[in-house]
């Protein structure tokens, strides 16, 4: 068996095993066949999305083989993924900026993707290297005036270099003519204030035109150093604007120590200071929107808001991009999805953005978590079939799921947990499903813990070597604690068969109760199916089981 092959083994039989998964991806890397390398890092990055790095790596696999197309499809793949990484994105662009260079349509192309990446990740607080590369993109070909714009967008945007974009854009402003990046109306009225002759004739002359072009005068350097003045005076408001809100947030962005996502656990104080960050943010959004719905008061007239709709709709998109951000570093703990979730759901009413989030959570990031599936169960039965694609950014909505789908799902992967065994068989029961349907699950399960704790009881007896008691230790209290979930279950199934009103035992279920009596404490040597428990095949009656069994059968009906 190859290197690959053992590695491949070792992460199907736990795909949670980051480090298997990471000397798949080396060893697969130098495979001369790229099926096999393209396999290895399909599989890892669809367990692992928030790894930005993989992703690059696999793209640049695809592109040292010639394959440029199927590079930008891994890219975008990745962007899609993992929105907020600004390492992704930036790599994104240059490849971009590589491969489709020359093309017709070059220019279109990039600028749409530049808006899209600020779009996605602008907000994002340390998101300085894509404003960066999108200015420097624009200043390279001369395109001053969506210099500029783009600028003007930045200063409006609390990011951790914002002193050092303040001093760019000041000498941007500086080593430029004013009529070479600034709008032509905003140039007529600063030309206006410092040479009103001038000024006042471009301005009628551009009233006049039915352009928005008109020739510029003759300008004295002096004068464009006063308009220069006044680009930067009239920008330094916003600036101060914007340092308020840094300075607001600095307090929680100064303890962030992992940004990104890792399998290790975080400290303590790492999550503590999310919570709170969070819990601010909220606040924030709270306020404004508490303050944009201030009502007018009787006896006086309306007044124009202290704050517009379009600065609410910012500050809850503020709310979710720290969400968003806390959860690449925070992937791992369902508390926190738990909490987006609900936010969405509770809060924004964002009924398909909160099935996302719960979907992301169970099938992506924490699939053998039952905590959060529990919740995202709940969430499903309390909106069934909600579609809102008014909420859900144009997309077609995610599809509603049973709870009993998702505990099928889970049960899968967890198939030695007895709770989810019982909350499949309860969501098998509100669903309408037949009694026989939920014996069987229940049965099922108790076939599976019965095997496990034989299973874990006998490599408890053969283990050997210098950890031998401690695997030994380990051993048998999975057997235990395997025994007591059987138990459980077995419980459950004499409830459910012992349900009815009056405290008798329906007829059709004795022979369920003889099989279930002669089976739970004797284990068939062969699994029992769906078929087994149709009464034309069952020749068990009590008087075969003996005291025991009829023991037993009193005490669970009493």
């Not at 669903?431 to 108790?446: A, F, T």
């Amino acid at each position: 068996m190859s290197l690959t092959d053992r590695l491949w083994r070792k992460v199907n039989s736990n795909v949670a095993d980051f480090n298997s998964w990471v000397n798949l991806l080396d060893a697969a890397e130098k495979q001369p066949n790229i099926d096999v390398t393209r396999k290895a890092f399909d599989s890892f990055l669809e367990h692992f999305p928030y790894c930005y790095g993989y992703w690059k790596k696999y793209a640049n696999v695809e592109k040292l083989q010639g394959n440029k197309d199927r590079c930008l499809e891994i890219f975008q793949k990745g962007v899609e993924a993992i929105p907020l990484s600004i390492d992704l994105w930036v790599a994104y662009l240059e490849a971009n900026l590589e491969i489709i260079n020359g093309l017709d349509d070059f220019e279109t192309r990039m600028r749409s993707l530049y808006e899209v990446a600020l779009e996605k990740a602008g907000l994002e607080f340390r998101s300085d290297a894509l404003w960066e590369h999108y200015v420097s993109w624009e200043a390279g070909h001369n395109r001053l005036g969506r210099v500029l714009s783009i600028y003007d967008r930045l200063l409006c945007t609390p990011t951790q270099l914002y002193f050092q974009n303040w001093d760019s854009f000041k000498k941007m402003i500086e080593d430029n003519r004013p009529e070479d990046y600034l709008p032509i109306s905003e140039f007529a009225e600063l030309l206006a204030r410092v040479s009103p002759v001038a000024g006042t004739a471009m301005r009628i002359a551009l009233k006049e035109s039915k352009s928005d072009t008109v020739p510029i005068p003759d300008i004295t350097e002096a004068d464009r150093s006063a308009i220069r003045k006044l680009v930067i005076d009239r920008r330094e408001k916003v600036y101060q604007a914007t340092y308020l809100q840094i300075m607001k947030r600095w307090f929680f962005e100064e303890k962030i120590r992992r940004p990104y996502f890792h399998v290790k656990p975080l400290e303590e104080a790492q999550l503590n200071n999310w919570a709170e960050y969070l819990s601010f943010e909220e606040s924030e959004a709270s306020s404004a929107e508490a303050v944009f719905n201030v009502p007018v008061t009787e006896g006086h007239s309306a007044a124009e808001p202290q704050i517009t709709f379009a600065e609410v709709q910012l500050a809850k998109k503020r709310v979710c991009i720290l969400y968003e951000r806390c959860l690449v570093a925070c992937a791992l703990y369902e508390h926190l999805w738990i909490r987006y979730a609900k936010y969405l759901e509770y809060t924004e009413h964002n009924i398909p953005g909160a099935r996302e989030v719960w979907r992301r959570a169970c099938c992506i990031h924490l699939p053998t978590k039952p905590t959060i599936h529990w919740h995202w169960a709940l969430f499903e039965s309390r909106h069934p079939a909600e579609m809102d694609e008014t909420k859900n950014d144009g997309k077609e909505p995610p599809k509603s799921i049973t709870p009993l789908e998702i505990f099928t799902d889970l049960e899968k992967r967890l198939t030695d947990s007895a709770l989810v065994c019982d909350r499949r068989a309860d969501a098998m029961r509100r669903e309408g499903k037949s009694l026989l349907d939920q014996i069987v699950c229940l049965r099922s399960g108790i076939n599976r813990l019965r095997v496990r704790a034989t299973e874990q009881t006998s490599l408890a007896h053969s283990v050997t070597g210098a950890t031998a008691s401690f695997s030994a230790a380990i051993a048998l209290a999975t057997a235990a604690q395997s025994r007591a979930g059987a138990s459980y279950l077995v419980g459950k199934l004499a409830r459910l068969l012992h349900c009815n009103a009056g405290n008798q035992i329906p007829p059709e279920g004795l022979p369920l109760w003889q099989l279930l009596l002669s089976s739970s404490f004797n284990p068939a040597k062969t699994p029992l199916t769906k078929n087994s428990f149709e009464e034309d095949e069952i020749n068990v009656n009590v008087e075969q089981e003996g005291p025991s069994s009829v023991s037993l059968f009193n005490r669970m009906v009493n």
